[in-house]
């Protein structure tokens, strides 16, 4: 499996973006997809989380209630739909794909063996 994100671009603080995460390959119901964000100079953190065989969600403090993470296994897709964006949301968003991610570990980076190659996310205030 292969991921591709897109879907960034400009936005002003209030407003809203969708990202979406297309899967190439099999078997893509069976894995959790998460989106990780890095901002310039800061580490790489957990934005959200959906496995597609349950559609169970997981998001972190600062997003959830703002961004809605979900997934369509008929088009191999996960979106991310981001509204009441802040200027601390600007960053490279990255889609990563498991087939084997425990769920105590859905939060980490490491987990995930598949990534895509990341979308800019720019947020003026």
């Known amino acids: 499996v292969q991921l591709q994100a897109s879907g960034g671009g400009l936005v002003q603080a209030g407003g809203s973006l969708s990202l979406s995460c297309v899967a190439s390959?099999?078997?893509?119901?069976?894995?959790?997809v998460a989106w990780f964000r890095q901002a310039p100079g800061k580490e790489r953190e957990f934005v959200a989380a959906i496995r597609l065989n349950s559609g169970t969600t997981y998001y972190s403090d600062s997003t959830k209630g703002r961004f809605t993470i979900s997934g369509d296994n008929a088009k191999s897709t996960v979106y991310l739909q981001m509204n009441s964006l802040q200027a601390g949301d600007t960053a490279v968003y990255y889609c990563a794909g498991s087939s084997t991610v425990i769920t105590s570990a859905t939060y980490t980076s490491s987990a995930y063996s598949i990534w895509g190659q990341g979308t800019l996310v720019t947020v003026s205030s």
């Open positions: 390959g099999s078997s893509f119901s069976r894995y959790a």
